[in-house]
T-cell receptor, first 115, second 111 residues
């Protein structure tokens, strides 16, 4: 079975550029989460969706970050304009409604470097 | 300025020995706890969870112990194998639907 699919796996960009990260959750999963991981701050929840609707975006750092889920099989996380402090690994995770709260399935992440 | 990365605590064990990874949590209102494993270059992987009305839960080769009195969680891995080498994170769920992750422990299995 295909897991959570993220693209790109690696992105190097310059400060001020727009970055779009993409995620395809596991088919049938109702929840989708975007996390950010850095050495300094660990894993942080940015936003999560239930049935394509954003439920909690309080972890989104600032207005430069936005996330969408136009349908059940696709989500994007956009950073515009990007800054060096946005450099991190961004993970997408999905969960089925019948599974325990913590039974998240993570993708392999998108490593973003902003120069 | 120069950024300083965190150095993860490291646990080194011999192959075949049992491993115990510890985690202190901060929120006494947390009612659900999870352990994840993260291999290099991959996303975290769910291992086992436990609710606050339990103090022990067993899975395949893993056991999670919860001590609410001292807000302590541990993960025991029996007969540790090279494939267990990874970073292990505990996470807690407090109010709302958010997980708070710990900083992680690096487990190294020596042959």
């Amino acid at each position: 079975d295909a897991g959570v699919i993220q693209s790109p796996r690696h992105e190097v960009t310059e400060m001020g550029q727009e970055v779009t990260l993409r995620c395809k959750p596991i088919s049938g999963h109702d929840y989708l989460f975007w996390y950010r991981q850095t050495m300094m701050r660990g894993l942080e929840l940015l936003i999560y969706f239930n049935n394509n609707v954003p439920i909690d975006d309080s972890g989104m750092p600032e207005d430069r970050f936005s996330a969408k889920m136009p349908n059940a099989s696709f989500s994007t996380l956009k950073i515009q304009p990007s800054e060096p402090r946005d450099s991190a690994v961004y993970f997408c995770a999905s969960k089925h409604r019948d599974r325990s709260f913590g039974e998240l399935f993570f993708g392999e992440g998108s490593r973003l470097t902003v120069l | 300025g120069e950024s300083v990365g965190l150095h993860l605590p490291t646990l080194s064990v011999q192959e075949g020995d049992n491993s115990i990874i510890n985690c202190a949590y901060s929120n006494s209102a947390s009612d659900y706890f999870i352990w994840y494993k993260q291999e290099s270059g991959k996303g975290p992987q769910f291992i086992i969870d436990i609710r606050s009305n339990m103090d022990k839960r067993q899975g395949q080769r893993v056991t999670v112990l919860l001590n609410k009195t001292v807000k302590h969680l541990s993960l025991q891995i029996a007969a540790t194998q090279p494939g267990d080498s990874a970073v292990y994170f505990c996470a807690e769920k407090g109010g709302g639907n958010k997980l708070t992750f710990g900083t992680g422990t690096q487990l190294k299995v020596e042959l």
